[in-house]
């Protein structure tokens, strides 16, 4: 495994948001979601594609916090520009089990 200096941790933007909007994405080569997330004042409402449409429902993610990196570029999936990476875990099936949050936090707050 490859070591990063402090600096470079620094660098990643990981932050807390909440998930305002939850799409079908029909348009996406895999099952994913089009989330709209509420990353605070700071950063404002950004949108991401994520690939947990078997571990979760629509209803579930509805008001959920969620870990995101707001600082990639965006990326263009279809016809729809991701905003943010929506952090968890992969598992060996390939399914993605989100990065909980164990006490709610205000949107935008950034992980130490």
Same mark, same amino acid.
Do not use: H
């Given at each position: 495994?490859?070591?990063?200096?402090?600096?470079?941790?620094?660098?990643?933007?990981?932050?807390?948001?909440?998930?305002?909007?939850?799409?079908?994405?029909?348009?996406?080569?895999?099952?994913?979601?089009?989330?709209?997330?509420?990353?605070?004042?700071?950063?404002?409402?950004?949108?991401?594609?994520?690939?947990?449409?078997? %571990?979760? $429902?629509?209803?579930? &993610?509805?008001?959920?916090? *969620? +870990?995101?990196?707001?600082?990639?570029? =965006?990326?263009?999936?279809?016809?729809?520009?991701?905003?943010? %990476?929506? $952090?968890?875990?992969? &598992?060996?099936?390939?399914? *993605? +089990?989100?990065?909980?949050?164990?006490? =709610?936090?205000?949107?935008?707050?950034?992980?130490?």
């Amino acid at each position: 495994m490859e070591t990063i200096s402090w600096q470079d941790f620094e660098k990643i933007e990981l932050r807390a948001g909440t998930i305002l909007e939850v799409r079908d994405f029909p348009k996406a080569k895999k099952p994913a979601y089009q989330l709209v997330v509420d990353l605070g004042e700071e950063i404002g409402i950004k949108q991401s594609s994520a690939q947990i449409t078997k %571990l979760y $429902t629509q209803e579930e &993610l509805m008001g959920r916090q *969620v +870990v995101c990196v707001t600082n990639f570029p =965006p990326r263009q999936i279809a016809n729809f520009l991701s905003e943010i %990476l929506v $952090t968890g875990f992969v &598992l060996p099936d390939g399914e *993605v +089990v989100l990065t909980a949050i164990e006490r =709610p936090v205000p949107n935008g707050t950034r992980l130490a």
